[in-house]
């Protein structure tokens, strides 16, 4: 990412009071650090997990647990999250419907690798929710997004997938690309240069580039979320999504809405809500309830081209999908928890007045400090856009990612009791989150541009 400068930060004020608060934070999280000087020695960086380490510019912190909107570290600090694991944890920390449901299946058998009744009602109310008939389970949406590419590079008989500029779906190295001089290249270190070619990218909210692209007539699948919430946040232009849905049938593709995020901004996510046609959906991240499920939706005609196609452990051999912990008794536990008593349509309208409040709050805060700046808002997901307009691709919003605000304001708010969201998203409400953490975020946030913008 690039760090563009926005005219209104101080760019010296920014230094200094980014120097004043890391070392406020080193000095208040030392038994965190400690802990990370001695694993370090048994896990690269400290962590279990890399990205722990990569998401952020300050040292990492220990957890320790959490109650609902908030987490504790090892030095006994709370913090209030706005982060929310990257939308992994969007139900809050300890959510009870959860911890109850997930609590009883793993008592009762945490898998069988057979179905167990409830995958139906979670698989039915899926479909009555975002449109799509039929329902797969992995273990997480970059999995779910590899199963998609397979389906549809079958059906098709085509190997092409067609991405758009700010996009990231998952850990597979058909969307880990950027675009080159000499074609798409591997943006990370360790993916196959040979399959990222088989990748298109275009810029989102561009009808004439995807055209151009499909008219090769060799992609398989058009894949996109929505509205792209990577770069922070890009909304389609009306119109938009159906004229991609159409180009992709006009030119034999299958089209995949990638909901991994979007599906917690609105009930039924925004292809129900927007009665958005496609072949596949995506969603994500446990549906926000910290335990590791995902799923993809499909068309009642793919759902058949699989069941033709089932692979049989002695042959023949059919589509590769599936994993040994999938669908397990854990994740349908969490998904039909999930579903029945947080994502319900009062949970949405909820979460979506708080994210209206996080949005005002911040727009006020922008003019009173007289910044033209405007505050990203779709349901529960804020941001910090600044420039007077919000962006309709990802070159536009990468002029809001600029890494050094949101580097100082991470640690500043960290040192006030906020963990806040990471470089490419925006904080966002969780459903734990009460109406007085928005105002105490706010407050925050507009002492730190108190500081840090001329
Ligand atoms: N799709 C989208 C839109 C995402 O934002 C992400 C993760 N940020 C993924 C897929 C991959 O999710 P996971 O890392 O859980 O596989």
């Known amino acids: ?198 990748s298109v990218i275009v810029p989102f909210n561009d009808l004439d580039a995807a055209e151009a692209a499909l008219k090769a007539n060799d992609i398989a699948l058009v894949i996109t979320e929505p509205a792209l919430t990577n770069c922070l946040l890009v909304e389609p232009a009306p119109g938009y999504l159906a004229g991609l849905r159409a180009l992709s049938q006009k030119y034999g593709a299958l089209l995949c809405l990638d909901e991994a995020h979007t599906f917690q901004f609105a009930y039924g996510g925004l292809v129900g809500t927007g009665k958005l046609a496609c072949d596949f959906v995506t969603l994500g991240k446990g549906l926000g309830t910290g335990i590791s499920f995902a799923l993809y939706g499909m068309s009642r005609d793919v759902a058949d081209v699989m069941e033709k196609h089932l692979d049989i452990d002695i042959g023949p051999k059919g589509l590769a999908t599936g994993g040994t912990t999938y669908g397990s008794n854990v994740a349908i536990a969490a998904a039909r928890a999930a579903l029945e008593h947080v994502l319900t ?19 006020a805060a922008f003019k009173r400090h007289g910044l033209p700046w405007r505050a990203f808002r779709h349901g529960p997901r804020s941001g910090y856009c600044l420039e007077p307009e919000f962006p309709t691709n990802a070159e536009a919003a990468t002029r809001s990612i600029d890494t050094d605000f949101i580097d100082a304001r991470r640690v500043f708010m960290a040192n006030r009791g906020f963990w806040d969201a990471v470089a490419s998203a925006g904080p966002q409400v969780s459903f734990a989150h009460q109406p007085a953490d928005i105002d105490l975020y706010v407050t925050q946030a507009d002492g730190f541009l108190g500081e840090v913008v001329r």
């Open 1 to 198: 990412m690039s760090a563009p400068a926005s005219d209104h930060i101080d760019r010296a004020a920014l230094a200094s009071l980014r120097f004043r608060e890391d070392a406020a934070f080193k000095a208040r999280t030392r038994k965190s650090q400690a802990w990370l000087a001695r694993a370090g020695k048994s896990m690269p960086n400290g962590v279990p997990m890399a990205w722990m380490a990569g998401l952020f510019r300050h040292n990492s912190i220990v957890a320790t647990g959490g109650a609902g909107p908030h987490f504790n570290d090892l030095d006994g600090n709370t913090y209030c999250d706005f982060n929310v694991c990257d939308l992994a944890m969007t139900m809050g920390y300890g959510a009870k419907p959860i911890a109850e449901a997930v609590s009883r299946a793993v008592t009762s058998g945490a898998h069988f690798l057979l179905p167990v009744e409830d995958a139906v009602f979670v698989t039915e109310e899926l479909a009555r929710r975002v449109g799509l008939p039929c329902w797969q389970f992995t273990l997480s949406a970059s999995a779910a997004n590899t199963e998609v590419m397979r389906i549809a590079r079958f059906i098709t008989r085509r190997n092409k997938i067609l991405v758009f500029d700010g996009q990231y779906h998952g850990h597979i190295d058909e969307s880990l690309v950027t675009p080159s001089a000499s074609g798409t290249v591997p943006v990370q270190l360790g993916t196959s240069a040979r399959i990222a070619q088989d």
């Open 345 to 363: 349509p009062q949970g949405y309208d909820r979460i979506t007045a708080l994210g209206q409040r996080l949005a005002d709050g911040l727009e």
